[in-house]
T-cell receptor, first 112, second 119 residues
Framework: DAKTTQPPSMDCAEGRAANLPCNHSTISGNEYVYWYRQIHSQGPQYIIHGLKNNETNEMASLIITEDRKSSTLILPHATLRDTAVYYCIVRPLSGANSKLTFGKGITLSVRP | GAGVSQSPSNKVTEKGKDVELRCDPISGHTALYWYRQSLGQGLEFLIYFQGNSAPDKSGLPSDRFSAERTGGSVSTLTIQRTQQEDSAVYLC?????????????????FGPGTRLTVL
């Protein structure tokens, strides 16, 4: 079972920041937070991951609360191509190559 | 470079027939995963191969499902005596094994999937 909960959907205007929340209240100390997204009819795509510090890459930023029980994925300037299902996943450090357990994700719709 | 490829992209079969789905991982990736995604459902883990280690088969839904990975590269997922509930998109992913905490160590690269329809 997925260890994360996400709202089922949200939308945002093109060019604006999209803030996607995720709750993972039972996260363990050795578990990372990962985000993947799946654009319609494609395979999932890695976005970002983090342990406890905030992370930023060319795609997004990940903000993890101090107690690590929740996090927010930020797409700073959403485009229509960012419309997708976004999955928040927790994964143990020790099993770095272990399976990904996907929940239902959050469907982000970017409107023109 | 080439990504993960899967074939066929679409497969329609009759109930009771056997099917084979193929995955070509990224060259040099030592870990390979199979997942499936049923209509309206999330992605479900099926099986995982890592190097020469015994595969993790904990996600296979029944003994009709099996997979092998020959020569540490190409993998084939076989479904025997297909049932209508086997209809789904079957996704393959691969990961490069590397020490340290680099992105490639953690990131699974997914193929486009094979859409299986069992009539």
């Amino acid at each position: 079972d997925a260890k994360t909960t996400q709202p089922p959907s949200m939308d945002c205007a093109e060019g604006r920041a999209a803030n996607l929340p995720c709750n993972h209240s039972t996260i363990s100390g050795n578990e990372y937070v990962y985000w993947y997204r799946q654009i319609h009819s494609q395979g999932p795509q890695y976005i970002i991951h983090g342990l406890k510090n905030n992370e930023t890459n060319e795609m997004a930023s990940l903000i993890i609360t101090e107690d690590r029980k929740s996090s927010t994925l930020i797409l700073p300037h959403a485009t229509l191509r960012d419309t997708a299902v976004y999955y928040c996943i927790v994964r143990p450090l020790s099993g770095a190559n272990s399976k990904l357990t996907f929940g239902k994700g959050i469907t982000l719709s970017v409107r023109p | 470079g080439a990504g993960v490829s899967q074939s066929p992209s679409n497969k329609v079969t009759e109930k009771g027939k056997d099917v084979e789905l193929r995955c070509d991982p990224i060259s040099g990736h030592t870990a390979l995963y199979w997942y499936r995604q049923s209509l309206g459902q999330g992605l479900e883990f099926l099986i995982y191969f890592q190097g020469n280690s015994a595969p993790d088969k904990s996600g296979l839904p029944s003994d009709r499902f099996s997979a092998e990975r020959t020569g540490g590269s190409v993998s084939t997922l076989t479904i025997q005596r297909t049932q209508q509930e086997d209809s789904a998109v079957y996704l393959c992913a691969s990961t490069q094994w590397a020490s340290g905490g680099e992105r490639s160590y953690n990131e699974q690269f997914f193929g486009p999937g094979t859409r299986l329809t069992v009539l």
